[in-house]
Structures are given as C-alpha cells and as structure tokens.
Nanobody, 121 residues
Framework: QVQLAESGGGLVQDGGSLRLSCVAS????????MGWFRRAPGKEREFVAS????????YYADYAKGRFTISSENNGNTAHLQMNALKPEDTAVYYC??????????????WGQGTQVTVSS
C-alpha cells in the first residue's frame, strides 16, 4: 500500500497563488506517476497534472498549462503543485494520486484525502 498526505490548500483571492504538496509513503515502488486531480462542486473529478517519479516528464490538462507547475523531490516521493493566476473556477477539492498511468484516473491506484482550494472573486 501507498499512503498519500496532502497539504497546502486554502482560501486565496482571484489571481493569487497556492502551492500544494503531497508526500507518499509505504510501497512507493509500486507507482510510476504522481498526479493531481480535482473535483469542483457538482462536477466530475478531472485531471490536473502528473509527473513521472523521476521528475523527467510532466503532463498537464489544457486549463493548467502556463498557470500550474508540477514538480517532485525526494526520489519522487514528494510532489508539489504550484498554482498561479488562480481563478474562481479553480475552486475544488484537489486530490493527490499515485499510479501507473500519466492521466487516466482509473490507473491511479492510491489517493489522498484531498485538500480544499477556494478562489474568491
């Protein structure tokens, strides 16, 4: 099993920034990617960004490109999501995940509990 612990959510104004962090522990050798997903009120969960455990390759949803940056450290056991130029529509619960695919949520086997991000207008 892999345990994921997120931190860094909160309330920020339109145009502001937040940095989310996720620390993985346990059998991390079973995972190849760490990623972030989000679920906004009344919407389905959607992909945000992911990174290989080596940190060499990153993937982004179109809406995240140019505003969000995913990075990793500690041999890929910690992932960060730097979010800039936040908009009210970015308000959601953000989930850290670890798994076997860069973007397919059904291939992410382990999930954190989520951290709330609220962007006020």
């Amino acid at each position: 099993q892999v345990q994921l612990a997120e931190s860094g959510g909160g309330l920020v104004q339109d145009g502001g920034s937040l940095r989310l962090s996720c620390v993985a522990s346990g059998q991390t050798f079973r995972t190849y990617y760490m990623g972030w997903f989000r679920r906004a009120p009344g919407k389905e969960r959607e992909f945000v960004a992911s990174i290989t455990r080596s940190g060499a390759v990153t993937y982004y949803a179109d809406y995240a490109k140019g505003r969000f940056t995913i990075s990793s450290e500690n041999n890929g056991n910690t992932a960060h999501l730097q979010m800039n130029a936040l908009k009210p529509e970015d308000t959601a619960v953000y989930y850290c995940a670890a798994g076997r695919s860069p973007q397919r949520d059904d291939y992410f086997d382990f999930w954190g509990q989520g951290t709330q991000v609220t962007v006020s207008s």
